[in-house]
C-alpha cells in the first residue's frame, strides 16, 4: 500500500483473504480425504502382502517384502500427506494475514481513516 491507508482497503484485503482462506479451507478438506483413502489403501496392500507370504524366515524379511509389495500405494499416502501438510500452513498464514488486518483496520478505524 502506497499512500494512506483507508478503511475500505483494508476491508477490500480482508475480504480477499477470507475467501482465499475459504478456498484453502476446501482444498485442506479434500486433500485429507485423499490422503485417508491412499493411507487405507496401501494399509490394505500391506497387510494383504503380509499374510499371502506363507511362512518366510524372519518377520523383518516379511515386512520387507510387503513393503515392496506396497510400494506405489505408501508413495502415494505420503505424498498426499505432504499436501495436507503444505495445505495446513496455507491456512495458517491466511488466518495470520486475516489477524494483521483486523488489527490494522482497528487502528484506521481509531484514527478516522
Known amino acids: 500500500m502506497d499512500g494512506p491507508i483507508i478503511q475500505t482497503d483494508v476491508e477490500s484485503r480482508l475480504l480477499r ?3 482465499r482462506l475459504e478456498e484453502e479451507t476446501e482444498r485442506y478438506a479434500e486433500v485429507s480425504e ?6 487405507a489403501e496401501f494399509k490394505r496392500r500391506y497387510f494383504t502382502a ?3 507370504q ?8 516379511r515386512e520387507a517384502f510387503a513393503h515392496l509389495q506396497a510400494k506405489d500405494e505408501f508413495s502415494d499416502w505420503k505424498l498426499f500427506e505432504a499436501q495436507e501438510k503444505a495445505t495446513q500452513q496455507a491456512l495458517i498464514a491466511v488466518r ?7 488489527t490494522l483496520s482497528a487502528n484506521v478505524r481509531a484514527m478516522g481513516g
Not at 485423499?34 to 493411507?39: F, L, M, N, Q
Not at 495470520?96 to 483486523?102: D, F, H, M, N, V
Open 54 to 61: 506363507g511362512k518366510v524366515e524372519t518377520v523383518a524379511r
Open 96 to 102: 495470520t494475514q486475516i489477524e494483521a488486518l483486523r
Open 50 to 52: 503380509l499374510v499371502s
Open 34 to 39: 485423499a490422503r485417508a483413502r491412499a493411507e
Open 17 to 19: 483473504c477470507v475467501s
